[in-house]
Nanobody
């Protein structure tokens, strides 16, 4: 059974930093995409960043480029998101997302709140 468990959310002031982690388990495929989505109150879930396991290529939403860094530790099956210079508009629930073939998996989410 695939499991994604996020951690690292919290409350931070604008300009601060947080690091999110996603512990992934229950799959052994080498070719997948894994990343982060977020959902602010009253808004749709949006993609933040993702990384390809096979090529290492990364994607960032324009709103986080230059501030967020995604990385993966394949040996530990852990995904991280370093978030710097946080802004109030970064507030939301952050979800770990795994695309494995035609299947999509989600973690339970972790709350990030940035105060102004």
């Amino acid at each position: 059974e695939v499991q994604l468990v996020e951690s690292g959310g919290g409350l931070v002031q604008a300009g601060g930093s947080l690091r999110l982690s996603c512990a992934a388990s229950g799959f052994t495929f080498d070719d997948y995409a894994i990343g982060w989505f977020r959902q602010a109150p009253g808004k749709e879930r949006e993609g933040v960043s993702c990384i390809s396991s096979s090529t290492g290529s990364t994607y960032y939403a324009d709103s986080v480029k230059g501030r967020f860094t995604i990385s993966s530790d394949n040996a530990k099956n852990t995904l991280r998101l370093e978030m710097n210079d946080l802004k109030p508009e970064d507030t939301g629930v952050y979800y770990c997302n795994l695309q494995l073939g035609l299947n999509t998996y989600w973690g339970q989410g972790t709350q990030v709140t940035v105060s102004s």
